[in-house]
């Protein structure tokens, strides 16, 4: 039963992220940091601005800095990937 639900769990993330990225950028990418990858793309893209998925995902962490600039945190995240906001937003 594990392995089934893992097998759609990946094949979740792997239609995710081949909307954004080509064959060869997705070979690069280990498999542990394409189910964080996608799971991010899934609050982007359920996310008005940025910035509201900035917060959303950064919402533990940022109440332990001084200063909070969650849409900088995020779009350098996925600027590793080369992806950035108006891809996602036109996925």
């Not at 990858?37 to 940022?62: F, N």
């Not at 945190?73 to 036109?90: H, S």
Request: charge should be positive.
């Amino acid at each position: 039963m594990n392995a089934s639900w893992a097998s759609l769990e990946e094949e979740a993330s792997q239609q995710i992220l081949s909307r954004l990225l080509n064959p060869n950028q997705l070979a690069e990418i280990d498999l542990f940091d394409r189910a964080q990858l996608a799971h991010v793309i899934q609050i982007c893209q359920e996310s008005r601005t940025l910035s509201d998925a900035g917060r959303r995902l950064y919402g533990a962490s940022r109440a332990k800095k001084t200063s909070t600039n969650d849409a900088d945190r995020l779009r350098k995240y996925l600027g590793r990937f080369g992806i950035d906001w108006a891809q996602i937003a036109r996925a």
